[in-house]
């Protein structure tokens, strides 16, 4: 299969930037991604490549930068191969929990070993979003209670979540390749408690209700979906959600409040945040 490689040269050039062009990139096809010193480069099958839809990306850009590019078609490889082998590293989090993928072969000494192998899906702990939502998961006590992780990417933390004793467990993604992601690391981790759905908060109904709910997905999808959360987490429960930044909490909480969730604390890294609330 060719694929083309797009070197994009950012200005400026920082961690935001590089994410959410990534990010947005791959909305539009692009499959794995490495960040230069100059910005970003994406790899895209050829067939799917559209200098159109590029173009209007960079120029809708969320955040404010300005961008230079060109484009190479590059010799046949794996590029998702390339860059697991090359940039996705071991991550120790808090000393007690390691994810790592097969290949890295570090010793699974940790309180918990985590194994993924993402493929196109997000979730590996890089993120400062899942990264987050791994340490509140690391300082609550699931044990016994049933959960719900929504947009569960590679389920990283579904599966800790079992580790940490949630049962029983649901998780869903609304893309397909999540899924097919999330089913091979549950295996690779033998976990068995872990029901995988694709779809939305449209699959959420009052006949299966959660004690916890997981949603680390984005501001605009949350302040869509929150009340559809809140409809399937019993008294009491807790909703933990990520994927914005601190700038977004006053209006998550807002919409939050609307459905009678109670703000409870957040935490924060390099301006994403992880916010807890809890049902009256
Ligand atoms: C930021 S990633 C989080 C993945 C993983 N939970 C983590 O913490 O690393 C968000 C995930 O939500 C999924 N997603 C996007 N919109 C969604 C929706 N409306 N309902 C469920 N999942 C959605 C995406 O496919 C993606 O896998």
């Keep these: 299969m060719n694929y083309i490689e797009v070197d994009i040269v950012c200005t400026p050039n920082n961690e935001t930037i590089s994410e959410v062009l990534s990010a947005t990139l791959g909305e539009i096809g692009f499959e794995s991604f490495v960040d230069t010193d100059t910005g970003v480069k994406g790899y895209i099958q050829k067939q799917l490549f559209d200098k159109e839809a590029l173009d209007s990306l960079l120029s809708d850009f969320p955040l404010e930068a300005a961008f230079d590019y060109r484009v190479h078609e590059v010799e046949d490889k794996n590029w998702n191969e390339e860059w697991e082998k090359n940039y ?20 699974a000494t940790f309180e918990y070993n985590i194994y993924i192998d993402p493929k196109m899906a997000f979730g590996t702990g890089h993120h ?8 509140e998961i690391l300082n609550a006590d699931f044990s016994g209670k049933s959960l719900l992780d929504m947009g569960c990417g590679t389920a990283i933390l579904a599966i800790l979540a079992s580790m940490r004793g949630a049962d029983p467990i649901t998780a869903i993604d609304i893309d397909e390749w999540a899924y097919d992601n999330a089913k091979e690391n549950l295996s690779l981790n033998k976990i068995s408690n872990i029901e995988l759905k694709i779809g939305g908060a449209e699959l959420l109904s009052a006949n299966e209700t959660f004690d916890v709910i997981l949603a680390n997905i984005n501001r605009n999808i949350l302040l869509n979906d929150i009340h559809a959360y809140v409809s399937v987490l019993n008294s009491g429960g807790e909703l933990y959600m990520s994927g ?12 939050s409040e609307k459905y009678g969730l109670s703000f409870d604390h957040f935490k924060e890294k390099n301006n994403w945040v992880a916010v807890k609330f809890t049902k009256n």
């Design 244 to 255: 914005f930044y601190i700038e977004d909490i006053p209006v998550i909480q807002a919409e």
């Design 128 to 135: 400062q979003t899942t990264e987050l939502m791994i340490r």
């Design 88 to 107: 996705f590293q071991p991550l120790i989090i808090d000393d007690r929990c390691i994810i790592q993928s097969t290949f890295h072969n570090v010793p």
